[in-house]
Nanobody, 123 residues
Framework: QVHLEASGGRLVQAGESLRLDCAAS????????MGWFRQAPGKGREFVAA????????YYADSVKGRFTISRDNAKNTVYLQMNSLKPEDTAVYYC????????????????WGQGTQVTVSS
């Protein structure tokens, strides 16, 4: 059974950059679509970005398009989320998860949720 651990979150100022890592253990992620989601206080978990199993395709929520970049290194069993030009509205707990499908971005399509990492962006 895979364990996904997100890390790298911290307090930053608006406009700064941050990279989140999602390290997998217990199973390979190389066969899976990997996704990043986030959950702000009092809100539901929302899709942020996804990457195809071999990295050939990526997809982003409109709210982060042009600012965030998802990537993966299957040899390291790790997925990354580079976040640039951060805004206070990006403040949330960020989670990674995996899916056997491509093109479905709902929370229900993803599994193996790990503990998230807190990103706080101050204005």
């Amino acid at each position: 059974q895979v364990h996904l651990e997100a890390s790298g979150g911290r307090l930053v100022q608006a406009g700064e950059s941050l990279r989140l890592d999602c390290a997998a253990s217990g199973d390979t992620i190389s066969k899976y679509t990997m996704g990043w989601f986030r959950q702000a206080p009092g809100k539901g978990r929302e899709f942020v970005a996804a990457i195809f199993y071999n990295g050939a395709m990526t997809y982003y929520a409109d709210s982060v398009k042009g600012r965030f970049t998802i990537s993966r290194d299957n040899a390291k069993n790790t997925v990354y989320l580079q976040m640039n030009s951060l805004k206070p509205e990006d403040t949330a707990v960020y989670y990674c998860a995996r899916s056997l499908r491509w093109g479905r971005w709902s929370v229900d399509e993803f599994t193996s949720w790990g503990q998230g990492t807190q990103v706080t962006v101050s204005s």
